[in-house]
Protein backbone atom coordinates (compact mmCIF):
# COMPACT_ATOMS: atom_id res chain seq x y z
CA UNK A 1 0.00 0.00 0.00
CA UNK A 2 1.11 3.46 -0.51
CA UNK A 3 1.52 5.39 2.72
CA UNK A 4 2.99 9.02 3.59
CA UNK A 5 6.60 8.88 3.64
CA UNK A 6 6.51 10.74 7.42
CA UNK A 7 4.53 7.78 8.64
CA UNK A 8 8.24 4.92 8.85
CA UNK A 9 10.16 8.16 10.61
CA UNK A 10 9.21 6.78 13.73
CA UNK A 11 10.86 3.71 13.50
CA UNK A 12 14.17 2.53 12.48
CA UNK A 13 14.81 2.75 8.90
CA UNK A 14 15.07 -0.28 6.67
CA UNK A 15 18.39 -1.69 5.10
CA UNK A 16 17.55 -0.63 1.80
CA UNK A 17 15.82 1.76 -0.30
CA UNK A 18 14.46 1.87 -4.33
CA UNK A 19 13.36 4.58 -6.59
CA UNK A 20 11.55 3.07 -9.88
CA UNK A 21 11.83 4.90 -13.37
CA UNK A 22 11.38 3.91 -16.59
CA UNK A 23 15.35 4.24 -17.06
CA UNK A 24 15.79 2.06 -14.05
CA UNK A 25 16.21 1.25 -10.45
CA UNK A 26 18.43 3.48 -8.13
CA UNK A 27 19.03 2.17 -4.64
CA UNK A 28 20.44 3.12 -1.60
CA UNK A 29 21.89 0.54 1.35
CA UNK A 30 21.53 2.55 4.72
CA UNK A 31 24.20 2.40 7.71
CA UNK A 32 26.55 5.05 8.49
CA UNK A 33 27.12 6.14 4.69
CA UNK A 34 24.53 5.30 2.47
CA UNK A 35 25.55 3.63 -0.95
CA UNK A 36 24.21 4.50 -4.04
CA UNK A 37 23.72 2.14 -7.15
CA UNK A 38 21.73 2.07 -10.05
CA UNK A 39 20.67 -0.80 -12.31
CA UNK A 40 19.12 0.71 -15.96
CA UNK A 41 16.55 -1.24 -17.11
CA UNK A 42 15.80 -2.12 -21.03
CA UNK A 43 14.43 0.61 -22.84
CA UNK A 44 9.77 -0.74 -22.69
CA UNK A 45 10.79 -2.87 -19.88
CA UNK A 46 8.36 -0.06 -18.06
CA UNK A 47 5.01 2.56 -19.21
CA UNK A 48 4.55 4.25 -16.72
CA UNK A 49 0.77 5.53 -16.23
CA UNK A 50 -2.10 5.02 -13.72
CA UNK A 51 -4.30 3.34 -16.32
CA UNK A 52 -2.98 0.30 -17.63
CA UNK A 53 -0.58 -2.12 -16.89
CA UNK A 54 3.12 -0.37 -16.20
CA UNK A 55 5.21 -3.80 -15.79
CA UNK A 56 5.70 -4.80 -19.45
CA UNK A 57 8.83 -6.88 -19.05
CA UNK A 58 8.76 -8.53 -15.86
CA UNK A 59 11.73 -10.61 -16.17
CA UNK A 60 14.13 -7.41 -16.68
CA UNK A 61 12.63 -5.79 -13.89
CA UNK A 62 12.97 -8.82 -11.90
CA UNK A 63 16.79 -9.18 -13.04
CA UNK A 64 17.14 -5.66 -12.36
CA UNK A 65 15.90 -6.18 -8.45
CA UNK A 66 18.61 -8.98 -8.06
CA UNK A 67 21.21 -7.30 -8.76
CA UNK A 68 20.34 -4.38 -6.01
CA UNK A 69 19.14 -7.07 -3.58
CA UNK A 70 22.20 -9.68 -3.92
CA UNK A 71 24.57 -7.50 -1.01
CA UNK A 72 24.74 -8.28 2.21
CA UNK A 73 22.28 -5.27 3.61
CA UNK A 74 19.21 -6.32 1.64
CA UNK A 75 18.83 -9.51 3.91
CA UNK A 76 15.85 -12.31 3.52
CA UNK A 77 12.73 -10.81 4.86
CA UNK A 78 13.97 -6.92 5.50
CA UNK A 79 12.06 -4.15 5.41
CA UNK A 80 12.75 -2.09 2.23
CA UNK A 81 11.72 0.97 1.17
CA UNK A 82 9.97 1.86 -2.39
CA UNK A 83 9.45 4.47 -4.19
CA UNK A 84 7.08 4.25 -6.82
CA UNK A 85 7.51 6.84 -10.23
CA UNK A 86 4.49 9.99 -9.67
CA UNK A 87 2.55 8.88 -12.83
CA UNK A 88 1.57 5.70 -11.93
CA UNK A 89 -0.67 7.51 -9.19
CA UNK A 90 -2.58 10.06 -8.49
CA UNK A 91 -1.71 12.44 -5.42
CA UNK A 92 -4.26 15.36 -5.05
CA UNK A 93 -4.87 17.73 -2.43
CA UNK A 94 -8.48 17.61 -0.98
CA UNK A 95 -10.53 20.21 1.19
CA UNK A 96 -13.04 19.67 3.48
CA UNK A 97 -15.16 21.96 5.48
CA UNK A 98 -14.93 18.98 7.94
CA UNK A 99 -13.54 15.84 8.43
CA UNK A 100 -14.67 12.64 10.44
CA UNK A 101 -12.64 11.53 13.12
CA UNK A 102 -13.80 7.61 11.92
CA UNK A 103 -11.10 5.66 10.15
CA UNK A 104 -14.25 4.30 7.75
CA UNK A 105 -16.05 7.73 7.34
CA UNK A 106 -12.92 9.31 6.30
CA UNK A 107 -12.02 6.31 3.65
CA UNK A 108 -15.51 6.84 2.44
CA UNK A 109 -15.61 10.66 2.12
CA UNK A 110 -12.12 10.55 0.41
CA UNK A 111 -13.56 8.11 -2.10
CA UNK A 112 -16.54 9.50 -2.59
CA UNK A 113 -15.02 12.79 -3.45
CA UNK A 114 -12.58 11.58 -5.91
CA UNK A 115 -14.86 9.65 -8.03
CA UNK A 116 -14.99 12.12 -10.25
CA UNK A 117 -11.47 12.95 -11.01
CA UNK A 118 -9.83 9.86 -10.80
CA UNK A 119 -9.32 7.82 -14.28
CA UNK A 120 -9.79 3.96 -12.05
CA UNK A 121 -11.79 2.74 -9.90
CA UNK A 122 -11.29 4.07 -6.52
CA UNK A 123 -13.47 1.50 -4.65
CA UNK A 124 -10.78 -1.13 -5.70
CA UNK A 125 -7.65 1.40 -5.12
CA UNK A 126 -4.70 1.25 -3.04
CA UNK A 127 -5.31 4.54 -1.09
CA UNK A 128 -3.46 6.81 1.39
CA UNK A 129 -4.06 10.09 2.76
CA UNK A 130 -2.90 12.04 5.41
CA UNK A 131 -5.46 15.35 6.87
CA UNK A 132 -2.82 18.07 7.15
CA UNK A 133 -3.16 20.15 10.65
CA UNK A 134 -4.53 23.91 9.93
CA UNK A 135 -5.34 26.82 11.93
CA UNK A 136 -8.51 27.18 10.09
CA UNK A 137 -11.47 25.33 10.05
CA UNK A 138 -11.00 23.69 6.81
CA UNK A 139 -8.95 20.68 6.13
CA UNK A 140 -6.55 20.09 3.24
CA UNK A 141 -6.22 16.12 2.73
CA UNK A 142 -3.47 14.57 0.99
CA UNK A 143 -4.24 11.82 -0.70
CA UNK A 144 -2.33 9.21 -2.94
CA UNK A 145 -4.07 6.25 -5.19
CA UNK A 146 -3.59 3.68 -7.60
CA UNK A 147 -4.94 0.85 -8.94
CA UNK A 148 -3.61 -1.82 -6.67
CA UNK A 149 -2.56 -4.26 -9.63
CA UNK A 150 -0.28 -1.56 -10.64
CA UNK A 151 1.17 -1.30 -7.10
CA UNK A 152 1.47 -5.33 -6.71
CA UNK A 153 3.36 -5.89 -9.67
CA UNK A 154 5.78 -3.35 -9.02
CA UNK A 155 6.30 -4.74 -4.99
CA UNK A 156 6.02 -8.27 -6.98
CA UNK A 157 9.92 -8.98 -7.84
CA UNK A 158 10.91 -7.19 -4.54
CA UNK A 159 8.88 -9.71 -2.83
CA UNK A 160 10.63 -12.60 -4.63
CA UNK A 161 14.00 -11.52 -3.78
CA UNK A 162 12.73 -11.63 -0.09
CA UNK A 163 12.27 -7.88 0.28
CA UNK A 164 9.34 -6.12 1.95
CA UNK A 165 7.83 -3.08 0.77
CA UNK A 166 7.46 -1.89 4.70
CA UNK A 167 6.76 1.80 3.05
CA UNK A 168 5.93 2.55 -0.47
CA UNK A 169 5.48 6.17 -1.28
CA UNK A 170 6.00 8.46 -4.51
CA UNK A 171 9.36 9.80 -5.73
CA UNK A 172 8.01 13.35 -5.28
CA UNK A 173 6.68 13.16 -1.97
CA UNK A 174 10.04 11.68 -1.16
CA UNK A 175 11.79 14.58 -2.69
CA UNK A 176 10.04 16.79 -0.85
CA UNK A 177 12.27 16.41 2.12
CA UNK A 178 15.15 18.32 0.05
CA UNK A 179 13.14 21.30 0.75
CA UNK A 180 13.41 23.38 3.47
CA UNK A 181 9.84 24.55 4.16
CA UNK A 182 8.67 27.89 4.59
CA UNK A 183 7.48 30.48 2.40
CA UNK A 184 5.11 29.86 -1.28
CA UNK A 185 7.09 28.03 -3.11
CA UNK A 186 6.81 25.65 -6.26
CA UNK A 187 8.79 21.85 -6.91
CA UNK A 188 9.01 21.27 -10.69
CA UNK A 189 10.39 17.71 -10.76
CA UNK A 190 11.28 16.45 -13.93
CA UNK A 191 11.43 12.74 -14.53
CA UNK A 192 11.72 11.95 -18.21
CA UNK A 193 8.84 13.42 -20.00
CA UNK A 194 6.73 13.33 -16.72
CA UNK A 195 6.29 17.09 -14.88
CA UNK A 196 5.64 17.22 -11.51
CA UNK A 197 4.12 20.67 -9.60
CA UNK A 198 4.15 20.74 -5.99
CA UNK A 199 2.08 23.67 -4.16
CA UNK A 200 3.70 24.49 -0.41
CA UNK A 201 2.95 27.33 2.07
CA UNK A 202 5.21 26.25 4.43
CA UNK A 203 4.73 22.92 5.81
CA UNK A 204 1.54 22.46 4.06
CA UNK A 205 0.64 21.32 0.97
CA UNK A 206 -1.59 22.98 -1.36
CA UNK A 207 -1.67 21.28 -4.20
CA UNK A 208 -0.23 18.57 -7.01
CA UNK A 209 -0.22 18.26 -10.46
CA UNK A 210 1.61 15.40 -12.29
CA UNK A 211 1.36 15.62 -16.14
CA UNK A 212 2.68 13.68 -19.35
CA UNK A 213 4.52 16.63 -21.41
CA UNK A 214 4.55 16.42 -25.31
CA UNK A 215 8.42 16.91 -24.39
CA UNK A 216 10.62 17.83 -22.12
CA UNK A 217 11.11 21.33 -23.63
CA UNK A 218 11.88 24.53 -21.42
CA UNK A 219 8.75 26.19 -23.36
CA UNK A 220 6.25 23.60 -22.82
CA UNK A 221 7.57 23.08 -19.28
CA UNK A 222 7.18 27.09 -18.57
CA UNK A 223 3.64 26.68 -19.96
CA UNK A 224 3.07 24.77 -17.04
CA UNK A 225 4.22 26.53 -14.62
CA UNK A 226 2.69 30.14 -15.51
CA UNK A 227 -0.68 29.23 -14.99
CA UNK A 228 0.36 27.59 -11.55
CA UNK A 229 2.03 30.92 -10.64
CA UNK A 230 -1.39 33.08 -11.26
CA UNK A 231 -3.42 30.13 -9.90
CA UNK A 232 -1.62 30.78 -6.46
CA UNK A 233 -1.64 34.38 -6.41
CA UNK A 234 -5.40 34.26 -7.16
CA UNK A 235 -6.02 31.08 -4.52
CA UNK A 236 -3.28 31.12 -2.24
CA UNK A 237 -3.60 34.94 -2.00
CA UNK A 238 0.37 35.79 -2.50
CA UNK A 239 3.06 35.70 -5.09
CA UNK A 240 4.66 32.35 -4.87
CA UNK A 241 8.25 33.53 -3.29
CA UNK A 242 10.63 30.72 -5.18
CA UNK A 243 10.40 27.79 -7.77
CA UNK A 244 12.21 24.81 -7.13
CA UNK A 245 13.89 22.31 -10.31
CA UNK A 246 14.71 18.98 -9.82
CA UNK A 247 15.54 16.27 -12.01
CA UNK A 248 16.43 18.94 -14.92
CA UNK A 249 20.10 17.63 -15.14
CA UNK A 250 22.08 19.76 -18.28
CA UNK A 251 19.17 22.21 -18.63
CA UNK A 252 19.04 23.48 -14.70
CA UNK A 253 21.28 26.48 -15.57
CA UNK A 254 19.42 27.62 -18.49
CA UNK A 255 15.86 26.98 -16.71
CA UNK A 256 16.87 28.94 -13.92
CA UNK A 257 18.21 32.10 -16.48
CA UNK A 258 15.07 31.12 -18.46
CA UNK A 259 12.49 30.99 -15.85
CA UNK A 260 13.54 33.83 -13.28
CA UNK A 261 13.42 36.17 -16.15
CA UNK A 262 10.07 35.01 -17.60
CA UNK A 263 7.59 34.17 -14.73
CA UNK A 264 9.67 37.30 -12.79
CA UNK A 265 10.65 34.48 -9.71
CA UNK A 266 13.47 33.52 -7.43
CA UNK A 267 14.55 30.17 -9.29
CA UNK A 268 17.14 27.74 -8.02
CA UNK A 269 17.92 23.87 -8.47
CA UNK A 270 17.27 21.48 -5.32
CA UNK A 271 20.45 19.76 -3.59
CA UNK A 272 21.22 17.44 -1.60
CA UNK A 273 24.40 16.16 0.34
CA UNK A 274 24.30 13.39 -1.42
CA UNK A 275 25.02 14.92 -5.12
CA UNK A 276 22.18 16.47 -7.40
CA UNK A 277 18.83 14.92 -7.66
CA UNK A 278 18.44 13.62 -11.14
CA UNK A 279 15.64 12.36 -12.94
CA UNK A 280 15.91 8.89 -11.17
CA UNK A 281 17.20 9.17 -7.64
CA UNK A 282 15.27 12.53 -6.57
CA UNK A 283 12.79 11.03 -4.42
CA UNK A 284 15.89 8.46 -3.43
CA UNK A 285 17.70 11.32 -1.95
CA UNK A 286 14.86 13.00 -0.23
CA UNK A 287 13.77 9.89 1.33
CA UNK A 288 17.87 9.70 2.66
CA UNK A 289 18.43 13.32 3.63
CA UNK A 290 14.84 12.17 5.99
CA UNK A 291 16.34 9.48 7.86
CA UNK A 292 19.55 11.18 8.68
CA UNK A 293 17.45 14.09 9.91
CA UNK A 294 15.07 11.48 11.69
CA UNK A 295 17.67 8.43 13.13
Given amino acids: ?52 ENV ?47 VKEQLALIRFRSKRSVPFD ?11 PTAHKRIDVVVVMAPMEI ?30 EGGLSVLAKLSGRVLTVLVREKSQLKLVRCLEMPSASLEDIAGVLAPTLVYMEDNLGGRADKVLLCGFGRLAGEAERRFTEEL ?29 RNN
Fill in 1 to 52: MLDKLKSLLQDPPPAMAFEISEAGIAAARIGSRAELEFEPLKPGTLTVSPLH
Fill in 56 to 102: IDEIELARAVRALASGGAARRGKDIALLLPDYATRTSVLDFDSFPSD
Fill in 122 to 132: VESAALSYWAQ
Fill in 151 to 180: VARYEAPFRAAGLNPGLVTTSALAALELVQ
Fill in 264 to 292: QVEVETVSSPLGVPGETDAGLLGYLRSVA
